[in-house]
Nanobody
């Protein structure tokens, strides 16, 4: 079992930056592939980025490539999402997720643990 707590969301102007953090409980953090998803009002939850257990592999949704960077610090049981050049269309609740089933995945159904989410609002 793992519990996830996101932080770092907020209100930022277009072109600005935010860094989201997701702290995981427990001592088996390295067993989990980690991902970030987001859900905008009236839309389905969508994949943003994922990182493998050893940080050897990362993947991004096309619209965030080159702007967002996922990383993890296994010593701190934390995964990060650095978001630069933010756009109003990035506005959403961002969720951290952990998967014990797969090293990394774009598929939300592969993730068995989820955080509560953190709101990111980008003003134009």
């Amino acid at each position: 079992q793992v519990q996830l707590v996101e932080s770092g969301g907020g209100l930022v102007q277009a072109g600005g930056s935010l860094r989201l953090s997701c702290a995981a409980s427990g001592r088996t953090f390295t067993r989990y592939g980690m991902g970030w998803f987001r859900q905008a009002p009236g839309k389905e939850r969508e994949f943003v980025s994922t990182i493998s257990r050893s940080s050897g592999s990362t993947y991004y949704e096309d619209s965030v490539k080159g702007r967002f960077t996922i990383s993890r610090d296994n010593a701190k049981n934390t995964v990060y999402l650095q978001m630069n050049s933010l756009k109003p269309e990035d506005t959403a609740v961002y969720y951290c997720a952990a998967s014990s089933r797969t090293p990394f995945s774009r598929d939300s159904s592969e993730y068995n643990y989820w955080g509560q989410g953190t709101q990111v609002t980008v003003s134009s």
